[in-house]
């Protein structure tokens, strides 16, 4: 399933800038990057459980806040992009080297 990971870090403190890069990280672990704080990212239900308590354990919840939207399978037909789309299909094949 498509599930879009969108993210506000407070980085007023070096730990805040510090927990903003983990978050990162770990999201480029899982999907490509979209957006400066949003990612796409093509995940089973275990996989999803495991990232969203990974970052669970980076955030300080008082201060930061990531919001997970389940695009489902179908996702294609909900993702309309204007303009400059360097957005990768997940669903497509890769080239293997």
Not at 7 to 21: A, H, I, P, Q
Not at 56 to 63: A, C, M, N
Not at 68 to 92: A, M, Q
Request: charged fraction near 30%; include cysteine.
């Amino acid at each position: 399933m498509m599930v879009l990971i969108t993210y506000d870090v407070n980085t007023e403190t070096r730990e805040g800038k510090s927990r903003l890069r983990r978050v990162a990280k770990q999201c480029v672990n899982y999907g490509q990057r979209v957006q400066n704080s949003v990612f796409e990212c093509s995940l089973n239900p275990a996989q999803l459980r495991k990232l969203e308590k990974i970052l669970l354990d980076i955030i300080d919840e008082k201060t930061d806040s990531i919001r997970f939207y389940n695009l489902g399978k179908s996702w294609k037909s909900r993702v309309k992009s204007i303009g400059r789309d360097d957005s990768y299909n997940p669903d497509e094949d890769l080239l293997m080297l």
